[in-house]
């Protein structure tokens, strides 16, 4: 679940942020111009007793953002994130197979009662969700991240001004955004609704090193404010795998090789069918990758390197009785492959 390995959060609770730093800040990032309008029913009302909210069904993906021809002119009229009540919360839609796990980045106890869960969006989902922000779905350095703000105060109150405003700044040895698209203030959130909305960021440059992309914003409402940070991993920041490709023929090159071909060992135990038959959806949750064939009879999976452009191999083998397996990573860059295999292991074990 919700294990922070690669998107970490420190809570740093600033009750006293006042306003005009907030000012600052919007004018400083250029806010103003740059965010999304978000056209999806997807505030909602929550049980009091329902915690994980699931994801609804975008309503109307055709909209606009201060960044398209439509809108020019209109920034002024851009509106918030809409506001409805939640009576379908276990409907699911396609991008939920097109998405990594919910990572708890706000939690509620320390933030006012805000809660914030982002995930990373792959493929055609991404694509879609990058080209409504402005961004070019075609560069490996761009994230796309869904957001589901949440209003779980234990009173009754309502959050206000609920607003998510990116740091700018260098970070030592790390890979900054160059540009950054965050969602409209939502002006009041009631106790038990939520809303669903996107972030798009675009790195300086794209790379095959793990962990070393960084991006960092402040979530304020009028409880508080909490930093936060983004830092994909390799696994959810490769670029989109080639199709048709011969698994067996592409990797024969790389046998014997041991500096190109790195295998390491993993046990799932206790191991019951349900596990079993669920290895490679875990995988997919956590790393951008094609599958190839049918698993378990073939648990093979390629996927493309960001800054390179090279495929990555991955096979996988699974004792079902014993549980005991390995993983085997193929590619040009052995750095790269060791990262690939320790984030296929981790997630495995999740």
């Keep these: 679940g919700d294990d922070g390995s690669s998107s970490s959060a420190s809570s740093s609770s600033d009750e006293s942020s006042g306003s005009d ?58 509106m918030s994130p809409l506001v409805v009540t939640k009576n379908d919360a276990n409907e699911t839609s396609s991008i939920d197979d097109d ?29 879609k969700e990058v080209a409504i922000l402005g961004l070019d779905p075609s560069n490996p350095s761009t994230v796309c ?81 909490t930093s936060i940070e983004i830092r994909p991993s390799i696994g959810e920041m490769l670029d989109t795998p080639p199709k048709n490709i011969d698994f067996d023929a592409a990797t024969s090159g790389f046998e014997g090789n041991k500096f190109l071909m790195i295998s390491s060992s993993f046990s799932l135990s206790p191991l019951n069918d349900e596990k079993f038959k669920s290895i490679p959806t875990k995988i997919l949750k956590h790393l951008y990758l094609r599958q190839i064939g049918e698993w378990p009879e073939k648990g093979c999976f390629v996927g493309k390197l960001p800054e390179s452009g090279d495929n990555v191999f991955i096979r996988i083998k699974c004792d079902k009785v014993t549980g005991s397996g390995t993983i085997t990573v193929c590619g040009n860059n052995a750095m790269a492959s060791n990262s690939i295999v320790n984030l296929v292991k981790s997630s495995l074990r999740d």
Excluded: C, Y
């Design 21 to 78: 730093s907030d000012i600052d800040d919007d004018l400083k990032e250029g806010n103003r111009g740059q965010h999304q309008q978000v056209v999806e029913g997807t505030l909602f009302e929550l049980p009091a007793d329902v915690i994980n909210t699931t994801q609804a069904k975008p309503q109307n993906m055709n909209g606009t953002h201060a960044g398209t021809s439509v809108a020019s002119g209109l920034e002024g009229l851009m």
């Design 99 to 127: 998405s990594g796990l919910w990572k708890s980045l706000v939690r509620p106890e320390l933030s006012g009662g805000l809660s914030v869960k982002m995930r990373f969006v792959f493929g055609q989902s991404r694509a």
């Design 145 to 225: 991240l869904q957001v589901n703000i949440e209003n779980m105060r234990t009173d009754v109150g309502s959050l206000r001004h609920v607003r998510i405003v990116h740091r700018s700044g260098k970070s030592g040895g790390s890979i900054s955004p160059s540009k950054v698209i965050v969602p409209q203030e939502i002006s009041a959130l009631k106790n038990g609704q939520a809303s669903i909305v996107f972030i798009g960021i675009t790195f300086e440059s794209a790379t095959d090193r793990d962990g070393v992309a960084l991006a960092k914003f402040d979530v304020k409402s009028d409880r508080g404010s």
